[in-house]
């Protein structure tokens, strides 16, 4: 065995602790290859989809701190903790977010919620656009930044939330009126031409919710059925759209004909459902004609 290459111990057999040999060890476990590759590269400082680098690397020896800052992070990843939180970042309709346990890890599936919002807003023109439940504030700053003629605000209940969102904000350059409070109340009084909400849609008692444990629970679940702050959402539009304008929403993989139902309910006209990539209607909107 080469001098130079550090050794240590994985399942208990000495080995060669290159960057390939790690890689291939986590995958073992069970992690997927791009997640052991991204936390590989965050060990050892380097950008965490720096994929190309890694290639180039891979025979390059894996130092004792990296090697010890892999297992630390690999392991709890294989414990359920999201990727995003481990190195601190989630990309997002093409912006770098800072996340971490505060706020919810943003999925790709909420994108078709913002291609939806952009189809709804003119390029060039002012709009009032309103988010409810900010989270790290991806939905709110990928609007911002693909309409920067909008007057964008958000709301979220959650402080330490809103406090992710911001330095997001800050960081990117890009502005947003942040609002603590609950759901409709901190925006009382005003209208918008739209309301996008990816707002928690989990039934108390489904048997996935174990396995986000690691994200905020209160951003998460909704009710006996899911539906509680949808209910919620819905009802109150009507006072806070302007004459056209259109609310969308993110919700579970089994509720959007409850969702189109109650914006019929609330007066809302044009109901409709949007497929996410795996063809699951992921959104469903209305418009207040007014």
């Known amino acids: 065995m080469p001098a130079h290459q550090p050794q240590t111990t994985f399942f208990n057999v000495a080995i060669t602790t290159t960057l390939a040999t790690a890689l291939r060890q986590w995958q073992a476990r069970g992690l997927p290859r791009l997640e052991a590759q991204m936390l590989l590269l965050h060990a050892l400082g380097q950008s965490a989809h720096a994929r190309a680098w890694l290639l180039a690397h891979d025979a ?5 701190g990296p090697a010890s800052r892999l297992q630390e992070l690999a392991s ?4 359920g903790e999201p990727v995003a939180y481990l190195i601190g970042e989630k990309h997002f309709y093409g912006l770098r977010l800072q996340v971490d346990a505060r706020v919810l890890d943003p999925r790709d599936d909420t994108e078709t919620l913002v291609d939806w919002a952009l189809d709804c807003l003119p390029p060039n023109a002012p709009a009032r ?10 939905i709110a700053l990928a609007i ?13 209940a959650s402080a330490d939330a809103l406090a ?13 009126d942040w609002r603590c409070g609950d759901w409709w109340t901190p925006v009382a009084g005003e209208r918008f031409e739209l309301v996008v909400s990816n707002p928690p849609y989990i039934a108390k008692g489904d048997p996935h919710l174990p396995a986000l444990a690691h994200e905020p629970r209160r951003a998460l ?5 899911g539906l509680d702050d949808l209910r919620r959402i819905i009802a109150g539009a009507p006072a806070h759209l302007a004459p056209g304008g259109w609310l969308l929403l993110e919700h579970g993989w089994d509720q ?8 019929a309910a609330a007066g809302l006209a044009q109901a409709q459902s949007r497929r996410d990539l795996n063809g699951i ?7 207040w004609l007014g």
């Open 60 to 64: 390059d020896p894996l130092p004792p």
């Open 76 to 79: 709890r990843r294989l414990a």
């Open 129 to 138: 656009v309103l988010d409810l439940g900010a989270g790290s504030g991806a």
């Open 144 to 156: 911002a930044h693909r309409r920067p003629q909008a007057r964008v605000s958000a709301v979220d």
């Open 164 to 176: 992710v969102a911001r330095a997001n904000a800050t960081r990117l350059e890009l502005a947003v």
């Open 221 to 225: 679940v909704s009710g006996a059925d």
């Open 256 to 263: 959007a004909a409850a969702v189109r139902d109650l914006l």
């Open 281 to 287: 209607e992921r959104c469903s909107g209305g418009r």
